[in-house]
């Protein structure tokens, strides 16, 4: 989606997020998903990604956050360690962790849900596989102790041992 990474046309498709009904929605994000990598980069497009993250629904959320994830870990590596790629990653955990976890967890804590939990947990599985064995590299990389920044304010207490 050229229009997502043009200095101007950004902020059309960013409004456009915002405002427009299902099937526009459904049309941008299969738009954005055609080379989401090169979009997510790019510091135009970084910013448009960013915004579906925080006004698209959940299930938009979903398949933005599968298709970057989906790419081989040296893909997500790059993006974790790009200056743009990194606030997309950020946005996904925080996204991921901070609004769908808190709020699957005052679930769980009333309907005792457990299985919601899970299935959010693995979504974002694959960029917490991706730090486990590099968490000292990405601390001392200056856009990478970004995204561990981010792990660790937003991951479950109880989880945190697990990946860092």
Known sequence: MEISNDQSGNYCVQ????????????????????????????????????????????????????EILNKNSNEVDKMIKDQHGNHVIQKIIEKGFCD??????????????????????????????????MVYELCIHALGCRVVQKVIECLPSELLDEYI
């Open 15 to 66: 409004k456009l997020l915002e405002v427009s009904n299902e099937d526009v929605i459904r049309k941008i994000v299969s738009s954005l998903c055609t080379d989401i990598c090169k979009v997510c980069m790019n510091s135009y497009g970084s910013k448009v990604v960013q915004k579906a993250f925080d006004c698209l629904k959940i299930e938009h959320r979903v398949i933005i956050s599968n």
């Open 100 to 133: 769908d976890i808190m709020k699957l967890k005052r679930e769980y804590n009333s309907k005792n849900e457990k299985s919601n939990m899970s299935n959010t947990m693995r979504c974002l599985n694959k960029i917490l596989v991706n730090i486990r064995g």
